[in-house]
């Protein structure tokens, strides 16, 4: 064997010793069993949040790498895959960052699973690296105030940090050029409720966006969770932020620093009243008597009252514009807390919040009547009410034949007990027949007419009847209640209240009956109360008991009246 050839072998026999004395640098003993460890802790156990048995396998997984046993690539991602289970699961902040320092120590090009990822996993990995939780780009156009970028699926989104209580919570989202979702929504949980609910995002410039609304955020101070989907025509996910399992989280505080959260071109909404900061019944409060629901911009809604201020319900969503009118003094229910409906007010029933409300009855404004209406005068007894050779009787008094002819005759003298006299007290007059018309100008207030003819009025007497009046209908918000309506009504107009006697007379010792006629008006002033019983939602009985004074030719009289009211 010559020189060159012994070199050239003992070259190659080198190695040979140290390639199979090496580890290989593609694989090591324990990586397939690992990894399929971790897969385990996360597809089955994290993702149905069993955070605990996820943290267990990847320990495990991880003591299986001890040493040499897994390349460091391999050992790099069960410390990353701990630290997600440990931050968004478990939330052990603190622990998560440990083991992404870990990750980090074995590999330092390992990075986050975009799938997996969320603001506070995106944060604790940054300040693991020693970046200070430096989080990703925000996207264009978000809601002022927001925080860190979330972007999974070609969806960018940039997830607000706080929020303050008691005010809807703007959310917004862009997605990738190519996605057309069918749907976009916002699946969040209030802080200390047990379920999920949703909200469709509408489109809002370039992106989407809605409110949560301001009951679910709450009076709580805690932390609000959510994630947003968007979805195709068959329902199927194309575009996500956040995950059920691991949800973007935001602060609700009783006051927040800087600019007031909005959507891209909105202005931001308006903080709800609280109840509490007005109790039901409390003196000089004034929160139930303008009141508005919580929904915020692209919540959907039946009536404009579920909107908040400055929206109202236009196509199924709360939207930017004015209510109808009625919808603004449409609710003024108690709100006092309740179990069942019997611990409410009069037609107001125990909703699903536990609180007394109003049911959804359409507001009519303009009532239309029918009545009929009897007149009882009050009379004062007078004497001599034919006249006498001295005495001339009052114009109220006109005396007729039985032929209906004037009586022009003198009559002697008389009194009670002796003709040419009329005993006083309540006395039947005239009856009426009357039509209305009431335009609700308020919650309770109405201004209306009526009009209408008498029978029973005596000759050259008018049997026309026109007033107008102004009614007060007492209670909460009467018309929106399918109970019992009082009211107080202030009234005038023209009318003529007749009454007719049977007087006995002595003319020239001639006795004879005569006809006499009281007149009283032609002009009248009152008042009244009275009701409508309802017997639907746009329609009821009245009945009516009106006080009156007539004049000039003066005169009392109290006219009981029933009817039927019809609202449009």
């Known amino acids: 064997m010559d020189r060159r050839f012994r070199k050239w072998f003992a070259l190659a026999s080198a190695f040979l010793v140290f ?3 090496s580890p290989s640098s593609d694989a090591a003993p324990k990586d397939a069993a690992a990894l399929k460890l971790a897969d385990d802790a996360i597809n089955t156990d994290y993702l149905a949040t069993n955070f605990a048995e996820a943290e267990k396998k990847l320990r495990r997984a991880i003591a299986m790498c001890a040493g040499n046993a897994c390349t460091a690539q391999v050992r790099a991602k069960l410390h990353r895959d701990l630290g997600v289970v440990l931050v968004a699961g478990l939330n052990r902040t603190e622990d998560g960052k440990k083991a992404f320092a870990e990750a ?3 590999d330092p090009s390992i990075t986050l699973e975009k799938d997996l990822t969320t603001p506070e996993i995106e944060q604790a990995f940054q300040a693991a690296r020693g970046g200070g939780g430096a989080a990703a780009p925000a996207a264009p156009s978000g809601p002022a105030g927001a925080g860190t970028a979330g972007v999974s699926g070609d969806m960018k989104h940039t997830p607000p940090t706080e929020q303050v209580t008691l005010t809807p919570l703007p959310i917004y989202v862009e997605l990738g050029d190519g996605v057309t979702p069918a749907k976009v929504v916002v699946r969040y949980k209030p802080f200390g409720v047990a379920d999920w609910k949703t909200l469709e995002l509408r489109k809002v410039g370039n992106g989407y966006g809605g409110e949560i609304p301001c009951q679910d955020v709450g009076s709580t101070t805690g932390d609000l969770s959510y994630y947003v989907q968007a979805t ?5 996910v194309v575009a996500t932020s956040g995950m059920r399992n691991a949800p973007i989280k935001v602060a609700i505080k009783s006051q927040i620093a800087g600019e007031a959260l909005h959507l891209p071109g909105r202005p931001a909404p308006a903080r709800c009243s609280d109840k509490a900061d007005c109790p039901p019944g409390f003196p000089g409060c004034t929160t139930g008597k303008k009141k508005t629901g919580g929904k915020g911009w692209g919540a959907s809604c039946e009536k404009d009252r579920e909107c908040g201020e400055g929206l109202a319900c236009k196509n199924g969503a709360c939207d930017l514009g004015e209510k109808a009118p009625g919808e603004e003094e449409a609710t003024a229910s108690s709100g006092k807390p309740c179990e069942t409906s019997a611990e409410c007010e009069s037609g107001e029933t125990c909703s699903a919040e536990k609180t007394c409300e109003l049911p959804s009855v359409p507001l009519k404004r303009l009532w239309i009547s029918a009545s009929i209406q009897q007149d009882l005068s009050l009379i004062a007894s007078q004497n001599d009410v034919c006249g006498n050779i001295d005495f001339t009787p009052p114009a109220q008094f006109t005396c007729y034949n039985n032929d209906g002819t004037p009586y ?11 003709g040419n006299a009329i005993k006083g007290g309540g006395h039947l007059s005239t009856t009426r027949f009357l039509l209305g018309i009431d335009y ?8 209306g007419a009526r009009a209408g003819i008498a029978i029973g009025v005596g000759p050259d007497s008018s049997s026309i009847h026109g007033e107008l009046r102004l009614a007060y209908w007492l209670g909460r918000d009467p018309f929106r209640r399918k109970a019992l309506r009082p009211y107080l009504a202030l009234l005038g107009g023209f009318a003529a209240i007749d009454d007719k006697f049977d007087v006995p007379v002595d003319d020239r010792g001639r006795p004879f009956h005569l006809t006499v006629w009281h007149k009283s008006g032609a002009y009248f002033a009152g008042a009244a109360g009275g009701a409508m019983i309802p017997l639907g939602n746009n329609h009821g009985v009245l009945a009516e008991l009106r006080v009156q004074a007539l004049f000039p030719n003066v005169g009392v009289a109290v006219s009981p009246s029933v009817g039927y009211s019809l609202g449009f």
């Open 19 to 21: 390639s199979l004395a």
């Open 104 to 106: 980090l120590r074995a």
């Open 232 to 236: 195709d025509a068959a329902g199927d």
């Open 408 to 418: 022009i005759g003198i009559p002697e003298p008389g009194g009670m007990g002796y």
């Open 440 to 447: 609700l100008l308020g919650r309770n207030l109405t201004l």
